[in-house]
């Protein structure tokens, strides 16, 4: 099977969520989630729990934890690609508010796949 490829979802004036958060994370809770980006990239559709869960309306998320301290990461695919939206550190269940706003990105990226997709 192919690597798939991964982007990061970026916003109409070219901010990346998902760099913001992780940005703002201790340096092995952001080694833990680029390992599971990763992840992401070598298995794509395959990948499960316990590094990655589906959500609901199309999104998937990325699993990470530190001792008590649980690092999410929310995605969906278009076509054969992953398109990580943003990050999230959680206590319980994922907040529907982030789900939501990962199902808006979503339908922005569907729209506009060049405009939506950071550029490296």
Known sequence: MPPTKVVIFC??????PL???LDGLPAKAQDK???????????????RRPEADT???????LR???????YRMLYFFHGQTAVVS??????????SREIDLAVER????QADPERHTLKE
């Not at 390992?35 to 395959?46: D, F, M, P, Q, T």
């Open 33 to 47: 989630c680029i390992v599971r980006i990763e992840r992401l990239k070598a298995l794509g559709y395959e990948l």
């Open 11 to 16: 916003e109409a004036d070219g901010s990346a």
């Open 106 to 109: 979503k339908a922005l990226f």
């Open 55 to 61: 959500l609901r309306d199309g999104i998937h998320e």
């Open 86 to 95: 943003h990050g999230l550190t959680k206590e319980s269940g994922v907040p």
């Open 64 to 70: 990470a934890r530190i001792g008590t301290v649980n």
């Open 19 to 21: 760099l913001d958060w």
